[in-house]
């Protein structure tokens, strides 16, 4: 069974930082995109960051962008979001998703596989 499972999440101070991991079973992750979403209560899903399958090519959302870094070690199967300078505006359950090809990088429903996420809480 491919699945996809977050880790990482938890409570930090305004300021703090967090790196989160996505890590694949089923499924040899170097060959997709993978992107980094975030839904906080009563909001949409929000695109946050995704990476190309190489890593040679990353995007990020304008309200992350200098803040949160997007990266992958093929070899571990696994993807990571470091998050620097954190908010409490990016409290949120954060998941990861993976798609064929890096197009429409910021667009969810171009993803295919999606993992059940973990909370980030920012406390100011």
């Known amino acids: 069974q491919v699945q996809l499972v977050e880790s990482g999440g938890g409570l930090v101070q305004a300021g703090g930082s967090l790196r989160l991991s996505c890590a694949a079973s089923?499924?040899?992750?170097?060959?997709?995109?993978m992107g980094w979403f975030r839904q906080a209560p009563g909001k949409e899903r929000e695109f946050v960051a995704a990476?190309?399958?190489?890593?040679?090519?990353?995007h990020y959302a304008d309200s992350v962008k200098g803040r949160f870094t997007i990266s992958r070690d093929n070899a571990k199967n696994t993807v990571y979001l470091q998050m620097n300078s954190l908010k409490p505006e990016d409290t949120a359950v954060y998941s990861c998703?993976?798609?064929?090809?890096?197009?429409?990088?910021?667009?969810?429903?171009?993803?295919?596989?999606w993992g059940q996420g973990t909370q980030v809480t920012v406390s100011s």
């Open positions: 089923g499924r040899t992750l170097s060959t997709y995109a």
């Open positions: 998703a993976t798609k064929r090809v890096f197009v429409a990088a910021w667009v969810g429903s171009t993803y295919e596989l």
């Open positions: 990476i190309s399958s190489s890593g040679g090519f990353t």
